[in-house]
């Protein structure tokens, strides 16, 4: 496993980090990738930490607290050896964002409950616009409170759109943003965080790489998925629309079909300039090995990169609609 600082923040962590949404189950009025059994994910958690990852993303959303819980439970007795990452604003599916103080400090308190910790390495603000930052400033006052109270050790956000991610670093000097990013998706180059990032010392937690799955390889779009998972919102058109531009751009960095693509995902993900790592969803001890696995691929040179731009953003092939456009 390879190891980076994120941005200039002094923090090191595994490339290729634990995405924990899927872990927290299916909750009420809350979709993710459906049922989940907590055995198999305290598995896939000590198989990560065996192998190399130290970076846990997590969310009091995540599960309404249960993927939280299990980051807890898996890992008592080493709390040293890894990094949290949590996030505040949403504790509800169905209740608006609060980044009130108040909301804010219950809502580390109920973390550090969960996570059986009396720190927060990274605490994310979740889907909070540059615009509420900038018209509620106790905001990051109340975060920059908790961090030299030792509540926590960094402010980040996780962004809802990742153009959103530039003026949050350049108005608010914060050193860690989330966004999504992958082949299939390339508003980080397009709005400019990635150049953000790199001119203001941040570092960039790259969510989704596999594209919901799609980028693995192994999706047709005919696939028919459970009500709990959120992917059975989407439309027969779209999925199929979404595998026929996974499988060509995948083709365009190397991969052959009948191979697992999951590599050329994530290195694809670790080659974008700013990207300190990346956090796949991991459901299965196989998906943990096999991702910290690609944790000691090299990035890819610069052909590669320039071949797989190339590829999206070929008007000629079939089935092209900017996948990355579509994303959310």
């Not at 200039?8 to 049922?35: N, Q």
């Not at 580390?108 to 409950?113: A, G, N, P, Y």
């Not at 889907?127 to 905001?139: G, K, V």
């Not at 082949?183 to 400019?192: I, K, Q």
């Given at each position: 496993m390879r190891y980076r600082e994120i941005g200039?923040?002094?923090?090191?962590?595994?490339?290729?980090?634990?995405?924990?949404?899927?872990?927290?189950?299916?909750?009420?009025?809350?979709?993710?990738?459906?049922?989940t059994d907590d055995a198999v994910s305290r598995r896939a958690l000590a198989a990560a930490f065996d192998h190399g990852i130290t970076?846990?993303?997590?969310?009091?959303?995540?599960?309404?607290?249960?993927?939280?819980?299990?980051?807890?439970?898996?890992?008592?007795?080493?709390?040293?050896?890894?990094?949290?990452?949590?996030?505040?604003?949403?504790?509800?599916?169905?209740r608006r964002a609060d980044f009130s103080p108040a909301a804010i400090r219950q809502s580390?308190?109920?973390?550090?409950?969960r996570l059986r910790t009396d720190y927060i390495d990274i605490l994310q603000l979740h889907?909070?616009?540059?615009?509420?930052?900038?018209?509620?400033?106790?905001?990051?006052?109340?975060?920059?409170?908790?961090?030299?109270e030792g509540k926590l050790r960094l402010v980040g956000a996780s962004v809802k759109l990742p153009a959103d991610g530039v003026p949050i670093i350049q108005d608010h000097g914060l050193k860690v943003i989330q966004a999504n990013l992958s082949?299939?998706?390339?508003?980080?180059?397009?709005?400019?965080l990635l150049d953000a990032a790199m001119t203001g010392g941040a570092?960039?937690?790259?969510?989704?790489?596999?594209?919901?799955?799609?980028?693995?390889?192994?999706?047709?779009?005919?696939e028919e998925f459970g009500p709990d998972d959120h992917r059975s919102r989407w439309s027969r058109q779209h999925l199929v629309r979404w595998a026929n531009d996974a499988q060509h751009l995948l083709t365009a960095a190397g991969w052959q079909p009948g191979k697992s693509a999951t590599p050329f995902a994530l290195r694809f993900a670790?080659?974008?300039?700013?990207?300190?790592?990346?956090?796949?969803?991991?459901?299965?001890?196989?998906?943990?090995?096999?991702?910290?696995?690609?944790?000691?691929?090299?990035?890819?040179?610069?052909?590669?990169m320039a071949a797989i731009a190339d590829s999206y953003n070929d008007e000629s092939t079939p089935n092209h609609d900017v996948a990355g456009k579509r994303a959310s």
């Open positions: 200039a923040t002094g923090l090191k962590v595994s490339v290729v980090g634990f995405g924990a949404w899927g872990i927290g189950g299916k909750v009420k009025d809350g979709l993710s990738y459906g049922r970076l846990y993303d997590t969310a009091p959303l995540y599960g309404l607290g249960h993927s939280e819980a299990l980051i807890g439970q898996a890992f008592t007795g080493h709390r040293d050896r890894i990094v949290i990452a949590t996030k505040v604003g949403y504790s509800d599916f169905n580390v308190e109920d973390s550090l409950q889907d909070a616009s540059p615009e509420y930052l900038r018209q509620h400033p106790e905001t990051l006052s109340t975060l920059d409170d908790l961090r030299r082949m299939m998706d390339r508003r980080s180059f397009e709005g400019g570092g960039i937690i790259a969510r989704t790489p596999l594209h919901f799955g799609f980028l693995t390889g192994q999706l047709t779009g005919n670790l080659s974008c300039p700013g990207v300190a790592t990346t956090i796949p969803g991991i459901l299965s001890p196989e998906q943990a090995v096999e991702n910290a696995a690609c944790g000691e691929l090299d990035d890819f040179p610069a052909s590669v």
